[in-house]
Every structure is written in C-alpha cells, then in structure tokens.
C-alpha cells in the first residue's frame, strides 16, 4: 500500500487530534473530521506543514447525512479509506440514575453509540468494496471495568455509551472478519485531555483521581495516539474484536 487513508471523528482536540498528528508524522494522508469549521482548517494546515495531504471535514456523527457525507468526501479526495478511528464522544451529563431522562440519554448516546453506528455503517460499506481497511472504536476503562471510579463520578450513563461501543466493535469485527477488515478498539484510561478536566471539575479532583490509576499519573494523548498507529499496522494483522486498554493498569486494579 503506498500512503494510507486515515479519517478521524472528533478530530480536532486531545486524543483524535494526537492521533492525526501521528499518522501525518508518519506520512498518511488524514482526515479530521469535527464540528467547528475554522479549528479544523487550521488543524489540517498543521498537518500538511508536518508533510501530510491532510483536509478537514465538517461531520457531527449524531447526523447520518453529515457522516455519510464525510465517508463520501474522504473517498473524492484520496480514493479510498484504509483506517477509521471513531473518536467523537462526549462526557454527557453526569448524574445518578435517579435524574437521568430520555434527554441526558440522548446527550450521551446520540454522540457516543449512534455516533459510531453510523460511522461504522459508511466506512465498512467502503472498506468491503476494497476488501480491506481497519476501524478502530475509541471507548473507555469504564466501557468494562472500574465501577467504583463510574459510580464515584456518577458517569453512569458515559459508562453504557461505552459498554454499547464494546459490544458493537466484536459484533461487527466478527460480521465482517472475512472480508478483510479488522474492527478494534481502544479503551483509554484517565487522559490529560479537556474531556478530563471537564469530568473531574477541579484539579484537585484530579489529582484525587491519579491516585486510582497504578501507574499514579495522566494518561497521555501520544500514548493513545501511539496504540491507535500500532492496531491500524500490519503488525497488528491478526488482532480484531479486541478491546485494547491503554490505563495505566487501572482495568486490571
Ligand atoms: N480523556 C479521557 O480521560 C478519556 C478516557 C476514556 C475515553 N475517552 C474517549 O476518548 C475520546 C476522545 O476524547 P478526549 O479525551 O480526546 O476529549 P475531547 O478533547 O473532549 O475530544 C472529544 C472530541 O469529540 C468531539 N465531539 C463531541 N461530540 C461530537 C459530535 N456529536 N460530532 C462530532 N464530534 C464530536 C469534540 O468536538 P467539539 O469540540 O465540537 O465538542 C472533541 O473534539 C472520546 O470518545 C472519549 O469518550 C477519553
């Protein structure tokens, strides 16, 4: 394969936009896909200086017309999409169970898992006509495991978007095994990124929150960044239906 194809979601900050300046770094060509038009031209002007044919694509994942348009607009451009990192997500509205409403559902899971759903539907439609590609879900430590940490930060609706990405990774990993695609994904622990700081509130609760994590720190953008790289290789040729964690051992505690 000469250079490949990346599309990002949720492109523009933090994990998604570490994520495109590791593949632009490598040479790929990428496409950030986000929500605000004039952070995403800039962004895709930074990556062509680090040598990427890199362009920006308006797309909210909650809107199939935009989504489909953003698969369509990667395939005009470079002519075909060789890895997709559904990335766009969102925090939603914490609270317990009890103040929970068909709205905050909404708020959640709209970007969260119809978000992926979609996306997933116009990438894989493209990736069987070139019998390859790699798709990997960005969910969370919480998709699975650290409970304690989910009902100390009332996160439980956050905790079920991300349980649905998991359950879709396999189950379309599996549908489409055979056809030459792989479907991962990668569930981050606690990240130095905004979606953090505006979960835990104060930095003083985040300090309260490394002490969860084994390792005692932060995630970092480029440490997912780089886990992302190696599931999109060659190297990880025989990996689908994984969940990959990159926590600091906090699924593992
Ligand atoms: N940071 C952590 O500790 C952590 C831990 C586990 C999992 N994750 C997951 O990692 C992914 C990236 O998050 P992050 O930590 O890098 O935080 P972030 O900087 O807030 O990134 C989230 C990105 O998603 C975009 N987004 C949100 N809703 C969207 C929508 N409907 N359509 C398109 N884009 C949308 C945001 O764009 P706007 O600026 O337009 O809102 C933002 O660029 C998310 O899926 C998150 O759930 C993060």
Do not use: C
């Not at 990556?47 to 935009?66: I, Q, T, Y």
Request: aromatic share 4%.
């Amino acid at each position: 394969m000469g250079k490949p194809v990346i599309l990002i979601t949720g492109g523009l900050t933090g994990i998604g936009r570490a994520t495109a300046v590791a593949f632009a770094e490598k040479g790929a060509k990428v496409v950030v896909a986000g929500r605000r038009d004039e952070v995403g031209k800039t962004l895709a002007e930074e990556l062509r200086v680090l040598g990427s044919e890199a362009e920006f694509v308006h797309a909210d994942v909650r809107n199939e017309d935009e989504v489909r348009a953003m698969v369509e607009e990667t395939v005009a451009r470079f002519g075909r999409l060789d890895v997709a990192v559904n990335n766009a997500g969102t925090e939603g509205v914490p609270g317990p169970i009890t103040d929970q409403t068909a709205q905050t559902y909404h708020d959640t899971f709209d970007t969260n898992v119809l978000g992926v759903v979609l996306s997933m539907k116009y990438e894989v439609r493209v990736m069987k006509e070139q019998a390859s590609g790699v798709i990997i879900n960005i969910s969370s430590t919480v998709g699975h495991a650290a409970f304690g940490l989910v009902a100390a930060t009332q996160g439980t609706m956050y905790a079920g978007s991300k349980h649905a990405v998991e359950g879709l990774t396999k189950s379309v990993a599996l549908e489409v095994a055979s056809s030459g695609i792989r479907v991962n994904a990668v569930a981050p622990g606690p990240i130095d990124t905004g979606m953090l700081l505006r979960t835990a509130g104060a930095p003083d609760k985040v300090e309260g929150l490394m002490k969860v994590i084994p390792q005692g720190r932060l995630g970092r953008t480029k440490e997912l960044a780089a886990a992302i790289v190696f599931l999109a290789s060659e190297d990880a040729a025989f990996i689908t239906g994984h969940v990959l964690d990159v926590d600091g051992g906090l699924a593992a505690s």
